[in-house]
């Protein structure tokens, strides 16, 4: 499964980066928002330390709003830009336009396994199911995943399935168990991947054992 990081924040892509943990980079209006940074800016300078698909969303709700925002995202990086455009109609016909152009999109906020094979058949290079507001809002996020899973294996869509709006470690290692090709992780809860209190006394152990033998 590819690690992408869901944050805006240099510095935390830079950590996980060097960590070897990084695939790709999500974005998105509130993540850029938390930066207090101009969007662009911010996307440039990702680019220059990611070599990877890093998605930047459009905000326009008209397909040619959409599509104008995405000629110009895309300039900033061609090769790893992604274009994240939001499960609607109008989203809907902007995929089907930019995939046929040889753009990526990675269409964003869906939120039941029909959104999903909407997107596949409007040829979106990736699928964001967002499992942690369904979970907020009390249904199973990964119920969505695993059926979305199920729906592309059986016709063989090759869209990838980025599990979204991650909350905690359980997300990631189900998201691993079901088969999603991605799962964009926020850099707090990838340190949370590393962390065992086992880790921990061990270490403690080893060392007090170690300073037993300098003698
Ligand atoms: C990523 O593509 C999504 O925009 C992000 O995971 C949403 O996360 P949230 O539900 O925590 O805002």
Redesign the pocket.
């Known amino acids: 499964m590819k690690f ?1 990081i ?1 944050t805006a924040n240099v510095d935390e892509i830079r950590a996980a980066h060097d960590m070897g943990l990084v695939d790709g980079v ?3 209006p ?2 850029v928002a938390k930066t207090g940074r101009n969007f662009h800016e911010v996307l440039t300078e990702i680019a220059a330390l990611v070599d990877g698909p890093i ?1 930047a ?1 459009v905000v326009a709700l008209d397909t040619e709003g959409m599509l104008a925002e995405a000629r110009e995202l895309i300039k900033l990086h061609p090769k790893n830009i992604v274009i ?1 455009v939001p499960m609607t109609p109008a989203g809907l016909k902007a995929t089907r336009q930019l995939a046929d152009e040889g753009i990526p999109v ?1 269409m ?2 869906a939120f039941s396994p029909l959104q999903a094979l909407l997107a596949a058949k409007a040829g979106a290079a990736y699928i ?1 199911p ?1 499992v ?2 369904l979970d ?1 809002v009390g249904h199973l996020g990964m119920e969505g995943v695993e059926q979305i899973r199920t729906i592309f294996d059986n016709y063989g869509f090759t869209t990838e399935i ?1 599990v ?4 905690s470690p359980l997300h990631v290692l189900n998201a691993a168990l079901i088969g999603a090709d991605i799962c ?1 992780i ?1 850099y707090g809860v990838l340190l949370q991947l590393a962390k065992h209190p086992l880790t921990d006394t061990g270490i403690e152990r080893f060392l007090a054992d170690w300073q037993k033998s300098q003698v």
């Open positions: 992408f869901d999500t974005t998105n509130s993540l998605s969303e994240k990675n964003t906020l964001s967002f942690g507001r907020d980025i979204a709006s991650v909350r964009t926020p």
